[in-house]
């Protein structure tokens, strides 16, 4: 891995630990065309199976080999074996909501995404790793493209904060969403301890909703008497409910 | 930005609080899960130590590996079988009911929450399954997420989410023979893209729309996710009410029902609602459509020539090209008379008992021809079950399909259902992406439940509507 190292995929266990994301920057593969869907990126049949472990080597299988013979696809080219810019054009990652897709860039070595536009839920779940996935005009991508054909060795740095792309002598003035950028900047992209702060919020949102049947939200992290966020503390009535429910 | 919208009212009901992100922290009414996307996340609470926050809001079933044809255990396919393991043991004791096969409840995720009445209108519902959307049939704000997010829900039964542009999609006039939900949703993607809708939701509305049936609405908001869009909903009626009278949660209760009706009535869209932008299409013109690409946004009404890529924009043209080289296809050509080696009747698109009823009519009397293998694929066992209660299953044997159990099947390769070499499918599921039915060489043509019917017969991609007279209006 020629770039720097970003911070880690791994997700960590404790709030406070997860890193902020402030820029990614390293050599580039370009991945031309639009509407590259997610059974593209990572192939069903690599989704039988209970972890995410070992999908590196499957992304793009199908693109990249043809026969058992590797074809000429940018994953396979010596040049771009140490990149971890990734550059793609309109509508990447569309289709399936499969979170295997950007697992198995991670796992090759990407870092960020740059591209005309991304498919919502594949943003989304690049987002809940750490990858920042920046848009900039067809014209700028196009560009970029080229140049990392021409020059593999090209350093490109995305900095999040001022929204560009640079490389050589060129700064792109990128975009990436507002909500993405302050959780990248402020490490809350992963948004479990987030979301978790908010228990007795979450459980009077629920109580508050007519559809909601009592036995489903009672003993929950947040309900009164039992607000430790430990639903086994002091939650008879909820494992009560639990059993007689099977 | 809209206003009035049941968008707007189901969201602001379900706001927990709004984030430092400026996201919103969105309540989830009920998460379905499946076998393929939730074992990660039940690995990442293990690994943090934490527990289903609200299992009683959380539903199980199995669809994407399930064989459809042996279904005993241990299955043949070793890796399905662990990801069975898996779910069984992940669910065990947690309170998660499990509509496992055993039960008679099983089936895909999208045909058996609206089925057993878990869908109702004004919920939100979230699954690792983009095809969740079709859930929207029934006013609900439903949408896909990916394995980290539902790992948030299940620690907290939130995701964090941000307000989308609502878009309604009226379809106005009255469609003709043969034409259905899925031609509509197909003409839609054509018209507006398959990013189009990236960034809103679709109000789907209009009188085309509310003359629908609740299989052929789910059908309608299921492809949303087709054109970009991760929710698509449609407001709540009479035809929504029916379908929930009759269903587990409410067939014994009629006080529970009408207190839900209420709030039901509460969620629609206000007539003075405001939207950020309305498309119209005109439904009476809207004809039986073939897709001659690999994305559902190429798609032609029958009696269309195949377009010339060159007649596409710039950015459209390479894609258009590699699509018909990939398709054997010829600008100018049309896909009346595409040969076809394999005709599939299933997926979450068009699986449910209505869509069955259709091709069952156009199949009865009639045989598949000799060089197609055809299969039908109920949604659910609850949807087998049914049509074999009003023996669709042997119009479908006699004519020389196979029918069997429930499950995803070759809506994608993750079963033993698949295309094999560069087979031609007439396929009533979702998405024609290369390799998506399990052969990258392999080559899916997306149609209505009663065109695949008529392609079976004929051995070849066939006007419906000339291959039996339509009956009088």
């Known amino acids: 891995m020629s770039g720097e190292p970003m911070s880690g995929s791994e997700p960590d266990a404790d709030t406070e630990g997860v890193p902020t994301v402030e820029a990614a920057s390293g ?31 499957y992304a793009f299988y199908d693109q990249r080999f043809q026969d058992g013979e590797p074809t000429d696809h940018p994953f396979n080219e010596e040049r771009y074996q140490d990149a971890s810019i990734l550059v793609v054009n309109a509508n990447f990652g569309c289709g399936s909501s499969r979170e295997h897709a950007p697992q198995a860039l991670d796992r090759w070595g990407i870092d960020a995404i740059v591209g005309e536009s ?65 959780a990248l900047l402020e490490g809350v992209w992963d948004t479990t301890e987030l979301l978790k702060s908010n228990r007795k919020a979450i459980f009077e949102t629920a109580q508050s909703l007519p559809y909601i049947e009592d036995s489903a939200i009672e003993g929950a992290p947040g309900a009164p008497g039992g607000d430790s966020g430990d639903r086994n503390a002091g939650t008879e009535a909820a494992d009560t409910t639990d059993a007689s429910g099977d | ?130 095809h969740t959307s079709t859930h929207g049939a029934f006013g609900a704000l439903a949408f896909g997420i990916g394995t980290s997010q539902i790992r948030d829900v299940f620690a907290t039964q939130t995701v964090a989410m941000e307000k989308q542009n609502v878009r309604r999609v009226e379809v106005t006039g009255e469609l003709g023979p043969y034409v259905g939900a899925k031609d509509v949703i197909l003409t839609i993607i054509r018209r507006l893209g398959t990013d189009g809708g990236v960034g809103h939701v679709y109000e789907y509305g209009g009188e085309a729309i509310e003359a629908l049936d609740m299989e052929g609405r789910m059908s309608i908001c299921n492809m949303s996710v087709e054109g970009g869009a991760r929710a698509g909903y449609i407001n709540p009626d009479a035809t929504t009410y029916e379908w929930l009278r009759e269903t587990d949660a409410f067939r014994d209760d009629p006080e529970k029902f009408e207190r839900h009706k209420a709030y039901w009535e509460e969620i629609r869209s206000e007539e003075n609602a405001e939207y950020d932008d309305v498309v119209e299409i005109d439904g009476s013109e809207i004809e039986p459509v073939v897709t001659w690409g690999t994305t559902p946004g190429q798609g032609i009404g029958i009696s269309e020539p195949i377009p010339d890529p060159e007649d596409f924009p710039e950015s459209d043209r390479e894609v258009a090209r590699r699509a018909q080289e990939h398709m054997d296809v010829s600008p100018g050509d049309r896909m009346e008379g595409y040969g076809i080696d394999v005709a599939f009747l299933g997926s979450c698109t068009n699986a449910r008992l209505a869509d069955l009823r259709a091709a069952a009519e156009v199949i009865e009397g009639r045989e598949v021809h000799p060089d197609v293998r055809a299969l039908v694929v109920p949604g659910s066992q609850r949807v087998k079950e049914a049509a074999e209660h009003e023996g669709l299953d042997r119009v479908f044997t006699e004519a020389g399909f196979e029918w069997r159990g429930a499950g995803c099947s070759m809506c994608l390769g993750m079963n033993e259902d698949q295309l094999r070499g560069d087979e031609r499918c007439a396929s009533s599921s979702n998405r024609n992406f290369v390799g998506r039915q399990g052969s990258k060489e392999g080559r899916t043509v997306l149609m209505s439940p009663v065109m695949v019917a008529a392609a079976a017969i004929e051995g070849e991609v066939t006007d419906v509507r000339t291959l039996r007279e339509v009956a009088p209006a």
């Open chain 2, 1 to 130: 930005m809209s206003s009035g919208t049941l968008y707007d009212k189901v969201w602001d009901r379900h706001t927990v609080t709004e984030l430092p992100t400026g996201q919103t922290q969105l309540f989830v009414g009920l998460h379905l899960i499946h076998e393929v996307t939730s074992p990660q996340a039940f690995g990442m609470l293990a690994e943090r130590d934490i527990e289903v926050a609200y299992p009683e809001l959380t539903h199980a079933t199995v669809d994407h590996i399930v064989p459809t044809a042996d279904q005993s255990r241990p299955y043949a396919d070793d890796a399905a079988e662990e990801m069975m393991a898996e779910l069984e043991a992940n669910v065990a004791g947690t309170g998660i009911e499990f509509d496992h096969p055993d039960t008679g409840d099983q089936g895909i995720v999208h045909v058996i929450g609206p089925e057993q009445g878990l869908t109702q209108p004004g919920t939100t519902i979230v699954c690792g399954d983009s």
């Open chain 1, 27 to 57: 050599t580039g593969v370009p991945i031309r065309g639009n509407d590259i869907d997610t059974d593209q990126i990572i192939p069903a049949r690599y989704l039988k199976a209970i972890t995410f472990d070992g999908l590196g080597e």
């Open chain 1, 118 to 182: 991304f498919a919502e839920i594949f943003a989304g779940n690049c987002l809940a790793l750490g990858i920042p996935t920046v848009t900039a005009p067809v014209q700028d991508i196009n560009q970029l493209q080229d140049h990392v054909a021409e020059y593999p060795d090209t350093e490109i740095t995305v900095d999040i904060a001022s929204e560009t792309v640079s490389y050589g002598e060129r700064v792109v003035e990128g975009t990436v969403d507002t909500a993405q950028r302050t």
